[in-house]
């Protein structure tokens, strides 16, 4: 479904920590970015929903500091929970160094507070953050492109909080106990009706998230 291209990052979205988004099983989302490029192009769409609901998903256990990985069929999900009110999520080929991921999510965060001054609007829509800061983070998910490169960039940043990295061997393990990933699917608003027979079709083909 997806020729692998290297180390990439490939979607990134921040959410505002504990809030609860109408409709949605999960946060707010404040803003997002992708890199989808390297799927087909019929695919993109599908693929971008089943990473919004993953993140978001995720993104509901989230605690202040926490940092967190899982691991799916070849592909890393990482999480960053900001103190500052703020969960940072990114997919990324499983190649792709999770120091430099983790750095990624530490400068998005970083940014919102400088943008916002740490004041979060009232709104509950997803997306509500204006255009430019939603231009800014599509900008910053093209510069951590290339590892190296963005390797450069986090090595004068300050340094990542002294937290525990939790790696997760699967999606499942990272829920809360007694969930499952298919009932989830079949509840979320976030998929579109082609969106989850994508999600269950490629399942049978024993290639269970492998398009993350």
Known sequence: A???????????ALYKTG??????????LLSSAAELSSFGYFQRSSVKEMMLFFSRTLSKNATAGQRTSVKEQGYLCHMYVSPAGVTAIAFADAEYPARVAFGYLSKLCEDFIQVTSGNFSASTDDNCMDGAFQSSHSKLLTQFQDPAQADQLTRIMAELEETKLVLHETIEAALERGQKIDDLVTKSNDLSGSSKMFFKTAKKQNQCCSYM
């Open 19 to 28: 809030s609860s988004a109408p409709g949605k099983d999960g946060p707010v």
């Open 2 to 12: 997806r020729a692998r291209a290297g180390m990439r990052l490939l979607f990134s």
